[in-house]
């Protein structure tokens, strides 16, 4: 799903916290991304993929995010059948970037920020282990970079984190209508109620100072989805 405008924001987000900053090194590399000429990939998720989508899609040097489910044993599962909370799949993002432009610690940074990692198979109104918080790694050096960034994030909470850090296993894409859902939705109650309040919330983040604790509050009532 290709990314879109109003990057600008989110720039300056990543460039405050001081997570976009590249690890020390070759040019265009960092620990857990890889060469700047590939793309890289990182998978997590964090509540309802709709809001997550819009999130990413707005980072400098994302080039696509696709809204899926993994971390369960239901193999191809539907969107309806994730939804009873008995596949043990949660919903999820795969973002693809340019690890040039952005490291994967950045995007982890920003993931504490999009959601409420404190809450345990809920975010807001949406209830269920569809909804928990976790990050799916791809090979070692992103468990390690996941395991540093949550202990980092820790301080940030009065709760304690209780996201899962666990190996992929495999990846399934959101039917066709979930993708882009924010970009071509807008108008959706679940995109005024939820994603803009949310998009809008994280721009008004690059004005925090780094490092104060942050007491999450619930989203508000949001429409049915």
Known sequence: MRSWGRKDGFRRLLAVTGAAVLAAGSPGMSESGKQSSSTAVATLGGGCFWCLEAVFERVDGVRSVVSGYAGGTTEHPTYA?????????????????????????????????AHDPTTRNRQGADVGPQYRSLILYHDEAQRRAAERSRAAAQRRFAAPIVTEIVPLKRFYPAEAHHQDFYRNHRGHGYCRAVITPKLK???QETARPRGKTVRPSASPAAPSR
Request: a negative charge; charged letters at 30%.
């Open 81 to 113: 059948e994730v939804c009873t909370g008995r596949t043990g799949h949660a919903e999820v993002v795969q973002i693809h970037y340019d690890p040039a432009k952005v490291s994967y610690e950045a995007l982890l940074d920003l993931f504490w920020r």
């Open 201 to 203: 919330k994280l721009e």
